[in-house]
């Protein structure tokens, strides 16, 4: 028998693909399934991004790049960044990534060991537990309540932190909730901070220009005081519809910055040529569709939370961000998972359950409004006719 290290019998996984998997199995079989569970704009990637892409692979860009991205890449996102946030960085604190989770990876693993402790949002996306289960240290969960909005709180954070803290994961706009922090709790949390100085902070901000309703993300790089421990998570997958490009980027404080560089030289060398020339092309491009997205996510988000309200045991509040709704559903009688899973087998419609997300996902399920709207309506429908005929289960 192979005996492998006890750290790998530790990692978790993200059941959004499980679920996605599950889904096209069923479709391949026949049946009408209407995914509304993975995180995916259902967009196609604007063509001029597309087209910088192709020309980089016929112009000749087939070899490997600096580990730390193309400069031209980097600065890319330099100026995007100085545009939104009106904050100067230097490309030589930009690392150009392979997705958004080699951020999660190298964040987690630079600083969790058995003994250390990492804050993170509960529910949230379920890859920063499972890393940090992986390094062996300890998982320690921040609320996100729906009374709050699904925004954090500064009080119950700074609350959470003790000599053993060596990281916090904050995101906002938030997985799987939609929820938004105002400034006011980041302010209150980053002056806590002060009280604390080695503890890190990462920041995934991947949803960043997703908000509604006037809202307005906060980055975290726009506190100096604590530019010296921050990583900011960020990338191209959810505002220019490139999940399959796997590019992200994530901008690293001046000490941590060798750390990723050596530890993306010994795990995936670099990130694709082609990608990185459609990674500028993104930021640097037209962005009339990237609003277009926006605003047919918005029509969708309201059109989603109208309908959520009107079945039977369920509620939801509406989210400021991303494009997620996380209904409470409590009032059905059902647990979350296997409410998700008879939704799926028995009236084609993929949702997530919130204990995927954590321990206080129970009695939530996330509804991803990353589908067409008339999908939208066809899988309320579903869901109001199942809720109005299926008993829940006495066990659940």
Sequence with gaps: ????????????????????????????????????????????????????????????????TPATGLLATREAVVRRTLALTGVEVSPENVMIMPGGKPTMYAAIVMFGEPGAEILYPDPGFPIYRSMIEFTGATPVPIPIREENGFAFSAEETLALITPKTRLIILNSPANPTGGVTPRVEIEKLVKGLEKHPDVAIMSDEIYDVMTYDGEQQVSLLTFPEIRNRLIVLNGWSKTWAMTGWRMGWSIWADG?????????????????????????????????????????FDRRRKVVVDGLNRLPGVSCITPKGAFYAFPNIKETGWKAKPLASALLDKAGVALIGGPDFGVLGEGYIRLSYANSEENILKALDRIDTFLETELAPKAA
């Design 1 to 64: 028998m192979l005996h492998t290290v006890p750290a790998f019998d530790r990692i978790g996984e993200e059941n959004a693909f499980a679920v996605l998997a599950r889904a096209t199995a069923l479709a391949a079989q026949g049946r009408d399934i209407i995914n509304l569970g993975i995180g995916q704009p259902d967009f196609k990637t604007p063509a001029h991004i597309v087209e910088a892409a192709i020309k980089a692979l016929r112009d000749g860009h087939h070899g490997y």
């Design 256 to 296: 941590l910055y060798e750390k990723v560089r050596k530890l993306a030289v010994n795990c995936w060398s670099c990130v694709n040529a082609p990608s990185q020339f459609a990674g500028i092309a993104a930021i640097d491009g037209p962005q009339d569709e990237v609003e277009a997205m926006m605003k047919a």
